[in-house]
């Protein structure tokens, strides 16, 4: 019986290559069918590749720390054989390997959006590392230095923020927005709205939504620049990025435009779930044309985000702070956000841009405008 191909497995839109970054058997181990053979990280997620068949890991063509491309084969099983006494036949072509997403993100991972985090301490990036890290010691006092490898996402995150800034005309509009209303409406739905839905009512929805609300009115902030073109789409996919130790992956919240607030819910719930559990796919993270960022859950109160080429608009949410606010010319106090709209110049003009800020804080002021399906 021929020996089985083990390949790297399809890593999606745009990536050519990804890092073995172990393997979790050796040669002469004994496979059973689903076993976990190998990881590897692509730019964008890390995965497991798994055995189809049962037999012996009879040879492994590449090491730990390899760059490896879609489709290459990297090692042989021989099905059927004991531990210990795979046969020397010769590989001929057979099934692929089956990919699954390895579980490397962790549970407390929170949900934001494409607002990119400061690199992680040394400590966390010398997990991912496929190679050891050097240390140096001068002698002044035993102070030393540590150098580590960047993760493949880490790269990747720091290639395409540099071809933001190189490429698009970055400008930030800001605006705050009175969340009263929305709190308001959670707090007197809330619970009902649970016993329907099945799913707790947070605020990413009401973003989401008033996104839709405002590319409608503004379709170049859902746009993009190709060549001498303008792309644009009629349809919303949101980026709903989840914030981890190793970087952040950004899977998509598909036809925004179409969803209410429960439903918004529930697919967020769905992709920060997976990619806890290591349930993300490479098609998850494909596309995308608008980006929201939520600082806030960290505690940040103003940013300029960046934008995630090639889109041509970010919201930036930020953290809700209690602040003295003058309605009918007199002082009372608000639970206030700051919001940030990062677009790009060339295609989006300033008025355009304040215009679509307005429009969202707007939708916020009168969530009744929304598709709430109590």
Known sequence: ??????????????????????WLKQEGDHVAVDDVIAEIE??????????????????ILRQAGDIVEPGEVIAFIEPGAEQGSAAEAQPQAAPVAQQKPVSKLKAEAKVETTELPEAPQAKQVAAEATVAPTQHVNGNGGRTEERVPMSGLRRRIAERLKMAQNTAALLTTFNEVNMQPVLDLRKRFGHSFQERHGIKLGLMSFFVQAVA??????????????????????????????????????????????????EIERQI???????????????????????ITNGGIF???????????????????????????????????????????????????GAEAV????????????????????
């Open 269 to 291: 719930a769905d992709l920060a779930t997976r990619a806890r559990e290591g349930g993300l796919m490479p098609d998850d993270l494909k596309g995308g044309t608008f980006s």
């Open 42 to 59: 692509s730019d964008k997620i890390t995965m497991e590749v798994t055995a189809l068949d049962a037999g012996v890991l009879k040879k």
């Open 355 to 374: 215009r679509f800020l307005v429009s969202v804080k707007e939708a916020l002021e009168f969530p009744a405008s929304l598709h709430l399906n109590l």
């Open 213 to 262: 609300q405002a590319v409608a009115k503004y379709p170049a902030l859902n746009a993009y620049i190709d060549g001498d073109d303008i792309v644009y789409h009629n349809y919303l996919d949101v980026g709903i990025a989840v914030s981890t130790e190793k970087g952040l992956v950004v899977p998509v919240l598909r036809n925004a435009e179409k969803l209410s607030l429960a």
């Open 299 to 349: 505690g940040s109160l103003l940013s300029t985000p960046i934008l995630n080429p090639p889109q041509s608009g970010i919201l930036g949410m930020h953290t809700i702070q209690k602040r003295p606010v003058v309605e009918d010319d007199d002082i009372v106090i608000r639970p206030m956000m700051y919001l940030a709209l990062t677009y790009d110049h060339r295609l989006i003009d």
């Open 1 to 22: 019986m021929a020996d089985i191909e083990i390949r790297v497995p399809s890593l999606g839109e745009s990536e050519t290559e990804a890092t073995l970054i172990s």
